[in-house]
């Protein structure tokens, strides 16, 4: 959709002026940023039904009932204020306004203090019809304020939340343009970093797929989504947990991507100052090798998705090439000890690219930034295609001037090879599997863990050929 972004004032009051949009507004934190812009511009009277900021904690708790985590700025406190006011708002005007669109706009929030111990960041949501007698849907975010002053903060809240209700009544047929249009007149303002969108009128919205524009479209640098395929935020389940990430193209996801993903998991877990309580296992995609045949395949990415959702795995869409940008991401949530998992040819690429990049001095502190103290890396063995050497980190043919690094970090635990993996997969190639699939090989099942080959077959995922299946009745 092509469209002319427009000023926050223009939206409040084009908002206002719409007989048929009726709401409430209540903020916690930050102030009440986003009704002012509709109070300001003119005929609120015939936008909002009420006003409220429960900011006290006692008060608060007396309206929406108390967190058992002790958090206010958390998705269960929205999601308590979405429920609260618009039954409420229901109950008391369903009568009153016929063929009205009721909605709720809340945010919780907290602004950088001055301290800069609380950098910034909130959760935003409406629940609103598309048609006066129908369901409500529902719209919930979080997102990152990257303003370095409170009272900037504030303001890009109060912008974000225009664009948010502004969206919802205008771009609601075109999910994509909805999104990007979130950060109008929010440049380098504002991450968007979870989007969920469900209701009557958004049953075809893969949830999923928003993640990945929230990726593609630059509002964030990182999303994820859980077994269910249900959008979810590190804050909410990363908080103060030990996380292990295995980074690969899963495309397909095959025995030797099983493998890896289960082999590192046990080491991690039975690490000493790992809690197993307290660990969580991620699978990563970054875009760009979505993009590493050229332009971005969103359903290739679906597929993907599909295959990591049915293997029970927590998935990260990232736009992290650099490891560097996801420790510095998940560091945000004070994780205890972040794994990181890759092949061990890709830890050749990644030290010779440091090692290139930083020949001007920089190499001691560009290794010290990803190598923190909580990082460790676990690494996967491989064939060389053509030859059966095994290659691994003993043998890893390693640039001459960064060797003392490396040993170092072997020395200090820090590059680990992943242990109790299986050598008899290792002949087995994800480009080699896609391939077979494309043309309904016969062995290609035996390459991949059997549920998966099952749901590429049901699904027709990357490729198969649908008119080759035989159907019973």
Not at 133 to 160: C, E, R, S, Y
Not at 287 to 310: H, P, Q, V, W, Y
Not at 384 to 394: I, K, R, V
Request: net charge negative.
């Amino acid at each position: 959709m092509k469209r002319q972004a427009l000023e926050t004032e223009q939206k409040a009051l084009e908002i206002n002026l719409d007989d048929n949009v009726y709401g409430t507004f209540a903020e916690i934190g930050a102030g009440q940023e986003v009704a002012r812009y509709f109070f300001q511009v003119g005929a609120a009277a015939g936008t909002i039904a009420k006003t409220m900021s429960a900011y006290d904690k006692v008060y608060s708790d007396k309206i929406y009932g108390p967190e058992a985590s002790g958090r206010y700025v958390c998705e269960s406190r929205l999601y308590k204020m979405l429920d609260h006011e618009y039954d409420l708002m229901d109950s008391r005007l369903q009568n009153e306004r016929h063929g009205t669109k009721f909605f709720v706009f809340a945010d919780t929030v907290s602004a950088i203090n001055y301290s800069r111990t609380i950098k910034g960041d909130g959760w935003l949501g409406l629940r609103f019809q598309l048609d006066p007698d129908g369901d409500p849907n529902d719209i919930v975010l979080h997102a990152k304020m990257l303003d370095k002053d409170n009272k900037l903060q504030q303001q890009a809240i109060g912008i974000l939340g225009v664009n948010l209700i502004y969206a919802c009544f205008h771009y609601h047929n075109d999910p994509e343009t909805l999104l990007q249009s979130l950060i109008d007149n929010l440049k380098d303002r504002m991450a968007i970093d979870m989007i969920r969108l469900t209701g009557p009128n958004f049953e075809n919205v893969d949830n999923r797929w928003l993640s990945l524009m929230l990726i593609k479209h630059g509002l964030s640098d990182v999303a994820m989504f859980g077994p269910d395929g249900k959008n979810i935020h590190a804050s909410e389940f990363l908080y103060k947990k030990n996380a292990l990430v295995v980074r690969g193209s899963y495309r397909p996801a095959t025995l030797v991507n099983q493998d890896m993903i289960k082999a590192s998991w046990e080491q991690f877990r039975n690490e000493s100052d790992v809690d197993p309580g307290k660990a969580v296992l991620l699978t990563e995609i970054t875009l760009d090798n979505l993009c590493s045949t050229g332009d971005l395949d969103e359903k290739d990415f679906l597929d993907r998705a599909d295959i990591l959702n049915a293997m029970g795995q927590t998935v990260v869409i990232s736009n992290c090439e650099a490891h560097q940008k996801l420790i510095n991401y998940l560091a945000d949530y004070k994780v205890n000890k972040l794994g990181l998992v890759l092949g061990v040819f890709q830890l050749l690429e990644m030290l010779n690219q440091k090692y290139i990049e930083n020949q001007d001095g920089r190499l001691l502190a560009s290794f010290g930034e990803l190598f923190t103290r909580n990082v460790k890396m676990y690494v996967y063995p491989a064939m060389q295609e053509g030859n059966e050497e095994l290659m691994t980190c003993q043998n890893l043919p390693i640039p001459e001037g960064i060797k003392f690094l490396f040993q170092h970090l072997l020395d200090s635990a820090q590059i680990v090879d992943i242990k109790d993996y299986k050598k008899e997969v290792l002949h087995i190639f994800s480009k080699d599997v896609l391939a077979k699939i494309k043309l309904d090989e016969d062995n290609w099942e035996e390459m991949v863990p059997p549920k998966v080959a099952n749901i590429i077959k049901e699904k027709y995922l990357f490729g198969f050929p649908s008119e080759q299946l035989e159907f019973e009745y």
